[in-house]
């Protein structure tokens, strides 16, 4: 039992509202703040105080800062998705950099002295060598990439001028489910790979479309880096502690990639019946092959994938899409 205090922000949605499980599983308070644009009221514990309300208000924001005291700051609430991100980059830069900062400095204001941010490897772009650790050179290749660089910085100055620690921990792509079955991935629209490949041989969506089939890859298709998201909870719960040496940025990826036609026949093998699917061209801006190293958070925390392969990540995320086929609401028909 930890017995510690900690703000959630986004933690009605996937990632985060798998951390919220892992505190609350260490006897720790929490208390998430989110809007519910994208999150689920249903995936908070009744154990966890919810309050629903947007990053943008600032006197919501001090009023639960002055609530309590909190030992540390997880932030998940932003926009997400790198296509929208391309129609509106603007939006994405203004919003996720405000809405991070004034969350930044309320924390500031209110002495919590910990923040950890959700990156992304679409900081890195179209990266040079693989796999990418931290030394490698930062270049988004989307909007939604520079949004999260602009928050590294400024959490940055917030260390250097007021003394915020921070963890930056850059996700390459988060996958599967609470291996418990409590909570599991649920986006509208849905953009990953694995719950449109799962919802394609459920039947609950369309036939999946493989984006390019002809990059220089083993089988042609794009390969990426699956971290389940119960690995990624364990990751944010160790740099708590590597916080006390000083403010720090993480890659966090299982180290070994998947190809897109590797997901689909691993979806087949656990699901037990096809994936329909077709084939279109290449989308911009997708690199051929994004894989991580996690050697620096390996070596720092003691962290490394117990879910790390992609049977194991797949067959949790089936398991919470077939007992959950619309989710956790009747947003989407059946
Ligand atoms: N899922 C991935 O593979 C992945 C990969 C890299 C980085 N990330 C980052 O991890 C974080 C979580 O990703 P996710 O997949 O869980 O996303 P998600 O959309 O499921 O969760 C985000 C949550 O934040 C809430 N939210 C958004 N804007 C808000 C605001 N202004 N005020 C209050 N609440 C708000 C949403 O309602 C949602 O519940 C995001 O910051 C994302 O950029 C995710």
Redesign the pocket.
Known sequence: MSGACFLV??G?????SHLVQALLARGDQVVV???????HRAAVPSEAELVVA???DRARLAEVFASRRFDAVFH?????LVGESMREPLRYCVENLS?SLTLAEAAVQAGCRRFVL?S??ALFGFPKHTPIDEAAEVAPASAYGES?LMVERGLHWADQVHGLRSACLR?F??AGADPAGRIGED?EPET?LIPLAIGAALGTRPPLTVFGTDYPTPDGTCIRDYVHVADLADAHIRVLERLEAGSCRYNVGSGTGYSVKQVIESVERIGGRPVPHGFGPRRAGDPAVLVASSEALRRDTGWSPRLGALDDIVRTAWAWHAAHPRGFDDRRPN
Request: aromatic share 12%; hydrophobic share 35%.
């Open positions: 922000t986004g009605a949605g996937y990632v985060g703040f989110d809007d519910l644009r994208q999150g947007s990053l943008s998940f609430a932003a926009l997400s809405n959700s992304t490897a999260k996700y792509n988060a986006h990953h």
